[in-house]
């Protein structure tokens, strides 16, 4: 059985290079318009077209959303966009509209076609159906068990890849077409614009009592429909693969360059593993640990072993563990490193260093200087100089990082 893909996500250059340093086949992103996420930086033509460059110099593929539910008025610009990601050699692109896939098919006959989440596919005939339309690759919708997904790819045709979010936040909706946001806030979701009151307090008011808030609580029979758990499904890479899953793709343009580095690196590990031995995948748990090092709510596996009622939850709060110290911008053969400052830390603090494609290990800097060269025993300048000498040579992007 071949590796399966690592598809990363890419809201803006920065995070991009760190994805893509810290393994991934393929990263996801998009332009200023037609994408779902516009609380991410997001890319401009200038920076999509040194995007696809910088990608293409390192082996890496490059697809681009064009997943929104666009109304006429933003169909007319469409195929000048779609032209544009055409001749910038952009690798595929996602879709979830009909009408953007054919004008797709026109404008951007050199792009691959994949199918958005958005769509909703949870049968082999709609996968069939829009890979008889021209789509080489559909996005499976969320609530899929990896028994439906088992039964998709053996009712589908071979040439058709199948992908599927393994890693990060689930929309409370069906694979993302949520109408909360556009009621509550005015934004449409199904346009970029969530405002995610999927995340908000809530509290249920009875007509009678107006001023008697009563929370929503579940118990073991339902319910909280409002907040969401985030998903890992990195023990279980070998059976999303399995079951036929060809690209594993993680949630996160708005989230942080670390986020990006951190999350693509341990999926990159597990599918490396899996790749070596599928039938004996056992990832040790420093490599299961590592997506706990992130910013990340409570963990659960969605709706893939058949129990989404663990979805629901009474605190969506984020849980954040770790500070990113420091930056690795350059390192000589002896240690010598120059670091771009992230966060507070002291020559006196245990860190770890992370590398990409390798378990994290515990540092101390053997001797820590400002810029200017003078010896300093704290680092509490946002984003200053600061020269260190590490146990090794360690290549650029390198992390540090301290557990709070």
Not at 134 to 140: D, F, I, K, P, T
Not at 237 to 265: F, M, P
Not at 291 to 301: I, L, N, Q
């Amino acid at each position: 059985m071949g590796r399966p893909e690592v598809l990363a996500p890419a809201g803006d250059m920065e995070k991009l290079r760190f994805a893509v340093a810290y393994g991934a086949d393929a990263v996801y992103l998009a332009g200023k318009a037609y994408g779902m996420r516009t609380a991410s930086g997001n890319f401009t033509p200038e920076e999509m077209q040194e995007a696809v460059r910088y990608c293409h110099e390192r082996g890496v593929k490059v697809y681009v959303t064009v997943n929104t539910l666009p109304r006429d008025e933003e169909m007319l610009q469409l195929p000048k966009y779609l032209s544009a990601l055409d001749e910038m050699g952009v690798d595929a692109l996602i879709l979830a509209d009909l009408g953007v896939l054919m004008l797709a098919k026109r404008y951007a006959p050199h792009c691959e076609i994949h199918i958005s989440t958005q769509t909703s596919i949870v049968n082999a005939q709609a996968a069939t159906a829009y890979h008889e339309l021209g789509a080489s690759r559909v996005v499976l919708a969320r609530e899929l068990t990896l028994e439906q997904i088992a039964y998709i790819r053996k009712n589908t045709p071979k040439d058709l890849e199948l992908e599927a979010f393994v890693h990060g936040a689930m929309c409370m909706a069906y694979s993302g077409r949520c109408m909360l946001s556009q009621y509550l806030a005015g934004r449409d979701a199904n346009r970029g614009n969530c405002a995610q009151p999927c995340r908000w307090g809530y509290r249920v008011v009875e007509e009678y009592r107006p001023n008697e808030y009563m929370p929503i609580e579940e118990d073991e029979h339902g319910t909280y429909i409002f907040n969401s758990k985030d998903m890992n499904l990195l023990p279980y890479v070998d059976q999303v693969a399995k079951a036929g899953i060809d690209s594993l793709k993680i949630e996160g343009r708005v989230k942080t360059a670390y986020y990006a580095a951190v999350v693509t690196n341990a999926y990159r590990r597990a599918a490396d593993l899996y790749a070596a031995d599928p039938d004996h995948f056992a990832p040790p748990q420093e490599l299961l640990d590592e997506v706990w090092k992130v910013s990340h709510r409570e963990y659960f596996t969605g709706f893939y072993f058949g129990d989404p009622k663990t979805q629901h939850m009474a605190d969506s709060t984020y849980i954040r563990e770790w500070d990113v110290c420091a930056v690795v911008e350059q390192c000589d053969e002896q240690g010598n490193a120059v670091l771009r400052h992230k966060n507070k830390f002291a020559a006196a603090d245990e860190l770890e260093l992370l590398i990409p494609g390798q378990p994290a290990r515990a540092v101390r800097l053997q001797e820590m200087r400002n810029g200017e060269g003078e010896s300093i025993e704290l680092a509490n300048v946002p984003h200053m100089t600061v020269l260190a000498k590490l146990p090794c040579s360690v290549p650029k992007m390198a992390i540090l990082r301290r557990k709070k």
